[in-house]
T-cell receptor
Framework: GENVEQHPSTLSVQEGDSAVIKCTYS??????FPWYKQELGKRPQLIID?????GEKKDQRIAVTLNKTAKHFSLHITETQPEDSAVYFC?????????FGSGTKLNVKP | EAQVTQNPRYLITVTGKKLTVTCSQN?????MSWYRQDPGLGLRQIYY???????DKGDVPEGYKVSRKEKRNFPLILESPSPNQTSLYFC???????????FGPGTRLTVL
């Protein structure tokens, strides 16, 4: 099956700085890559996703890039705010299944 | 209100006592999944369903069963729970395979 690795496991930034979270996947057949945000004690919620026929997608302060050749994709958050503090998960869709990374705990310091 | 619901939200049980966690969605979604979340391991897919009567194993299906008799419901069954199934469980649904998955509120299960 697919293997998704996510780095770093924890990330601390100052408010207003940028944050980057990286994921790699192993199976070139994976074709859809969502990112989820999970606040403490809450359910995961989709923040952005990208399909394999697109290299980059942006939604306000959030962007995702995909490099199919290298099999990696990244989440970029600009102008971070304290409310961005949460755990972020990347995922890869492969043959009807979803494989998630182990998560990145982002702490945005005011 | 469009939502995914799960019941119960919290459950403490003993080894071997069969239990069912219900999941229901009111969005007419075709794809439904069950995940377990454990510290440091992220979310791992247990089972998924593409539509009524169509279910298949995810990455960690051992010890679990599911059924999809109606489009809106996707119960998770643990016929003989064991302590290693202590976890936080999420149900999710989406319109299709490459659409946003909407997660339920989670069920925290403890097996003693």
């Amino acid at each position: 099956g697919e293997n998704v690795e996510q780095h770093p496991s924890t990330l601390s930034v100052q408010e207003g700085d940028s944050a980057v979270i990286k994921c790699t996947y192993s199976d070139s057949a994976s074709n859809y890559f969502p990112w989820y945000k999970q606040e403490l004690g809450k359910r995961p919620q989709l923040i952005i996703d990208i399909r394999s026929n697109v290299g980059e997608k942006k939604d306000q302060r959030i962007a995702v890039t995909l490099n199919k050749t290298a099999k990696h994709f990244s989440l970029h958050i600009t102008e971070t705010q304290p409310e961005d503090s949460a755990v972020y998960f990347c995922a890869a869709h492969n043959f009807n299944k979803f494989y998630f990374g182990s998560g990145t705990k982002l702490n945005v310091k005011p | 209100e469009a939502q995914v619901t799960q019941n119960p939200r919290y459950l403490i049980t003993v080894t071997g006592k069969k239990l069912t966690v219900t999941c229901s969605q009111n969005m007419n979604h075709e794809y439904m999944s069950w995940y377990r979340q454990d510290p440091g391991l992220g979310l791992r897919q247990i089972y998924y369903s593409m539509n009524v009567e169509v279910t298949d194993k995810g990455d960690v299906p051992e010890g679990y069963k599911v059924s999809r008799k109606e489009k809106r419901n996707f119960p998770l069954i643990l016929e003989s729970p064991s302590p290693n199934q202590t976890s936080l469980y999420f149900c999710a649904s989406s319109l299709g395979l490459r659409n946003e998955q909407f997660f339920g509120p989670g069920t925290r299960l403890t097996v003693l």
